[in-house]
């Protein structure tokens, strides 16, 4: 089945405390990329990848780092989470040629709370 | 100014019901357009791209004018299980994404 996937789904952390927040898809995309949703704020970009070892910022890149070693893998990496990263976050996937290729496909999202 | 704007709604209407929702860009150069679904804080899901010939997908429309740069959805006999957000996005020509802060559709019986 293709589909992407995200873990942990659920994080309650500290503030400070690194943490990494994993992305898989089995579609062989060459882009994935990150979000994360607030309410009132719709879903924002924080950074994108358009093939391994290519990233780019997003709208909403501060705090975060991101890494793309191998295609299916895209690792959201918080260094020292502060409270203002709370928010729900997705994984997304697509490919960049072909028919169909606009269509982004999500993860299951990772709901993060930060003391 | 936000790069995507939409009516947050929400839109209560009764089954049956014709709704359409708007939505406007402020990127020029935005390349491509869609509508996608969401339910209840769950992933996204692609409904329609958005073409500029405007297209149509059973009780779906869609359409764009760059001109004045809105893009529009028109559902149709408007079914109990169309209640979801609806999410205006651009991507622009540097493969970024822009998303509307959603348009909430409730459908009553």
Redesign the interface.
Known sequence: EAQVTQNPRYLITVTGKKLTVTCSQNMNHEYMSWYRQDPGLGLRQIYYSMNVEVTDKGDVPEGYKVSRKEKRNFPLILESPSPNQTSLYFCASRGTSGRGSDEQYFGPGTRLTVT | RKE?EQD?GPFNVPEGATVAFNCTYSNSASQ?F?WYRQDC??????LM?VYSSGNEDGRFTAQLNRASQYISLLIRDSKLSDSATY?CVV?TNF????????TKLNVKP
């Not at chain 2, 493969?95 to 959603?102: D, I, P, R």
């Open positions: 995507v947050p491509s869609f804080r769950k992933e996204p899901k692609l791209s999410l991507r493969n970024k994404f822009y998303f509307g802060s959603g």
